[in-house]
């Protein structure tokens, strides 16, 4: 399994090959000696060289001249701290091998196999780029080939016996290894470059991509394949490009398990773990690299399913984008990445991720269609135009030729941002929705049999322990972007993550196994959309808990109605539901209302309202709790580090961050309780009281019983519900579980959406107490319809539907 660094490094200015930390300008001369140009492999070598440094901008205009310079004051640092030894390059790089033995870390180890190559990377970019200081430096260029060498003779060759990380040997260390002698291959012998094309060969046989099983899989497939094109480039051997260009054609088709892209939009890593914004980001950016690579060429990538990964753009990639961020739900153990140790610099966050993969959706279009392309830039360039938390164009934590791209799109008068859509998409086979309005976003995460709680892995993440249980984001249309950037991992409460219900069991760190082996075994996860509305339903069991529950989001045009019921536990611990945990950030003073009242600001604060019928917090939204229990409130300032969630590369610095939580305490070992609140993003204290009072009662009626959660919203013509067993509600009724949105047009016609979340049911049928006239379309599952003074449908062979909504269409009496 990759180590911490591998994905980080992907990303951050120390410059692994996956990085692509770049530039242009002019390349220092080639030697003597070097081979003529105009062969097909110095075209693929000059393509390479572009796409990792960069093409098209100023290197004295911003931000490339800040980002140049601190890429030559980073490689300067690395070039004084060069002092090769038996076990290492770097004296704090230790690579040596100590062997089996108590306290020993052959991950940690390989990891510097690795972390050592990128460093030379970085060395030889700075010495490739202009404006650097170190720019075609004789001294800079021999110390970077003396330390290829010196890498490739005592660790990285022929006859080594790879430890710890298999990502270290086969992708991250040769990566950075083949890209670094690509950039310096003027000032190589041709003896060395055969040399370490040998150490390449040893590691990154053939054979890697020999079946589409184990690590071989998905973005590491991809990650494989760029390993043996460069390779090929820099060796100038025909057969091993074109056995990486026909080795890319596994990750193309879509996938209906395991690991890669799914009809859906689905981006699955590690068979049950949720990676469009990690995993699914090397995948996105890879390909875009090795389709350009390889376009024009004998050994083009001309496999139709190519097209999947088009289509992805906008069906898997853009759906979590939101104003230049990728959402943390489908980041996997990223999101504990955040900061390394050592000096202050950028963070590693949802903000970053986002400007990767944008970057790479610019990149990828130039190998698209025209329209294709000129959709996706105007995607990004809305992106860039809304993304005013952390500007896209200006991250510093990005690459230079990433940042180009991105500046390209900002240059671009033909590119028309394009608006954040509205609707409402559910991705089955990931466990996770996406909730669009124009002014505010959500997104929901679960669990189930079919996906991880949550993935640890090298030491990251080792308390996202309950992101799959319910976790509910949100962010303003223009406000709140970077509520889970900034500190909210290290400092949140990990057992009062926002929407959750979660028992206060204590757990260990890492509880339940690494890459994402914990999963609970339910079957009732998913829901039903019509495009534009949503109702979630998910079945709950606590990891390493006998806490269970059952949750129902319903997802409208302002709000997000939220049922649970049938809330048990005999852990001997209490059991909450937590309606918020707002991040207020180092300083935030948020004022907290209560049924009208402003409660204290200072911190540390807690109190208990009996009977709270609505809450509001400034600068953010409103709660509604339409029962009018009892609800606890807190004011909290709290301390952690990176290195709490990330043991193995996270900073050990401790900061504070603030918090206000709302929660519903069902007590210990409860039986059989529930809630129901309604979230208000963006809502004002007027509005939030209105929609408590009468107001709220004539715009949703509920129910939240042990058989069916139900949602009737009169104002939307929307009837939704999650049948957990057969029963009914108002004028529906099922006789299976199934999730049902039915919604009545202004036309005269009403859409019925029908989704099985269990993938279990052979056949259901639904009744609808509603004058119907005749049905206008209907899906194949549909094998039944009856009209007349009310609807039934029958349906069959839900379970070969995956989750997906079945929608039939009926003309209304």
């Given amino acids: 399994m ?8 992907f990303v951050q200015i120390t410059g692994a090959a996956a990085s692509g930390l770049a530039g242009v300008g002019s390349a220092p001369a080639l030697a003597a000696g070097a081979p003529s140009a105009g062969s097909p492999f110095d075209s693929l070598r000059e393509t390479w060289r572009a796409l990792l440094l960069g093409e098209d901008f100023r290197p004295t205009a911003e931000p490339f001249r800040s980002r140049l310079a601190a890429l030559g004051a980073q490689a300067s640092a690395y070039a004084d701290l060069m002092d090769p030894s038996d076990g290492s390059l770097f004296p704090d790089a230790v690579w040596a091998d100590p062997g089996p033995g108590p306290g020993t870390d052959s991950f940690a180890r390989s990891a510097m196999v690795r972390s050592s190559f990128q460093r030379l990377y970085a060395m030889a970019e700075a010495w490739s780029q202009p404006g650097t200081g170190l720019t075609g430096s004789p001294a800079l260029a021999e110390k970077i080939v003396a330390g290829l060498d010196h890498m490739c003779a005592r660790v990285y060759h022929e006859g080594q016996s790879p430890y710890g990380n298999w990502y270290d040997w086969q992708i991250g260390g040769p990566q950075a290894l083949l890209d670094t002698a690509l950039l310096m291959r003027g000032r190589l012998t041709a003896d060395r470059t055969a040399a370490y094309c040998r150490a390449v060969d040893a590691f990154v046989p053939d054979s890697v991509v020999a079946s589409y099983t184990g690590t071989s899989t998905g973005a590491n497939r991809v990650d494989l394949c760029r390993v043996l094109a460069i390779r090929g480039t820099l060796g ?10 026909r080795a890319l054609a596994p990750v193309f088709p879509h996938v209906t398990g395991g690991d890669g892209l799914y009809a859906d939009g689905s981006v699955i890593q590690h068979t049950r ?29 001309t496999d139709s399913g190519r097209q999947n990964v088009f289509d992805a753009v906008e069906a898997a990639y853009a759906p979590f984008l939101h ?29 970053l991720r986002g400007h990767v993969v944008m970057a790479s959706v610019v990149a990828l279009g130039k190998a698209a269609s025209t329209q294709e392309n000129r959709r996706w830039r105007g995607l990004v360039r809305g992106w860039i135009q809304r993304g005013t938390y952390r500007p896209p164009v200006t991250d510093p934590m990005l690459s230079v030729a990433r940042l180009a791209l991105l500046n390209s799109v900002l240059d671009d008068d033909t590119a028309t941002p394009t608006a954040q859509p509205e609707g409402s998409l559910i991705f089955p086979a990931m466990d996770r929705a996406v909730h669009r309005r124009d002014d505010w976003v959500a997104s929901v995460s679960m669990a189930s049999r079919r996906i991880t709680y949550y993935e640890n892995g090298n030491g990251e993440n080792l308390r996202g322990w309950n992101t799959g249980s319910g976790m509910l984001y949100w962010w303003g249309g223009d406000y709140a972007a970077d509520q889970y950037s900034d500190r909210f991992w290290p400092t949140v409460d990990p057992y009062r993550l926002p929407g959750t219900t979660a028992s206060a069991k204590r757990l260990t760190d890492g509880e339940g196994g690494a890459w994402g082996a914990p999963f609970p075994e339910v079957d009732f996860v998913g829901g039903v959309s019509d495009g534009t509305y949503s109702m979630l339903g998910q079945q709950l069991e606590g990891l390493s808990s006998s806490m269970r529950a059952r949750k129902s989001w319903f997802l409208g045009d302002d709000s997000v109605i939220c049922l649970g019921s049938g809330i048990s536990s005999t852990d001997g611990a209490a059991v909450e539901t937590v309606v918020e945990n707002r991040h207020l950030g180092v300083e935030g003073t948020n004022v907290l209302t209560v049924d009208g009242h402003r409660q204290p600001s200072g911190f540390p604060w807690a109190a208990e309202f009996a009977h709270a019928g609505w809450a509001h917090i ?18 909290e300032e709290r301390a952690g580090a990176w290195r709490d969630i990330n043991s193995a590369s996270g900073s050990p610095v401790s900061f504070s961050s603030r918090y206000t939580t709302l929660l519903f305490d069902h007590g210990t070992d409860p039986v059989e309780e529930g809630y129901a609140y309604v979230l208000l993003p963006g809502a004002s204290i007027p509005f939030t009281a209105l929609r408590a009072g009468a107001l709220g009662r004539l715009l949703t009626t509920y129910t939240r019983g042990p058989d069916v959660h139900g949602v009737r919203v009169p104002g939307l013509g929307v009837t939704a519900a999650n049948f957990w067993a057969a029963g009914g509600f ?28 269990t993938r279990l049911g052979d056949e259901v049928r639904i009744r609808w107490e509603r004058p119907v006239r005749s049905v206008v379309s209907r899906p194949a599952s549909v094998t039944r319809v009856s009209t007349g003074p009310a609807l039934e449908l029958g349906l069959g062979g839900l379970s070969a539907t995956a989750g997906r909504t079945q929608t039939t269409v009926v003309r209304l009496l």
């Fill in 2 to 9: 990759p180590s911490s660094l591998s994905r980080r490094t």
């Fill in 236 to 245: 100038e051997d025909s057969g091993r490009i074109e056995l990486a260009s």
């Fill in 273 to 301: 773990v949720p990676y469009t914004g990690s995993y699914g980001a090397v995948l996105l950016d890879g390909l875009s690299k090795l389709f350009a690579l390889l376009g024009g060429s004998a050994w083009e990538v």
């Fill in 323 to 351: 104003n230049g961020l990728l959402m943390d739900g489908v980041s996997g153990r990223a999101i504990a990445r955040g900061l390394p140790p050592g000096p202050p610099g950028g963070q590693n966050d949802d903000q």
């Fill in 618 to 635: 400034a600068g953010h939204g409103g709660y509604v709790f339409p029962e009018r229990g009892p609800l606890r409130a807190l004011r």
């Fill in 730 to 757: 108002g004028r529906l009724w099922a006789s299976a579980p199934v999730s049902v949105l039915i919604r009545e047009r202004r036309d005269g016609t009403a859409a019925v959406c029908v989704s099985d979340p």
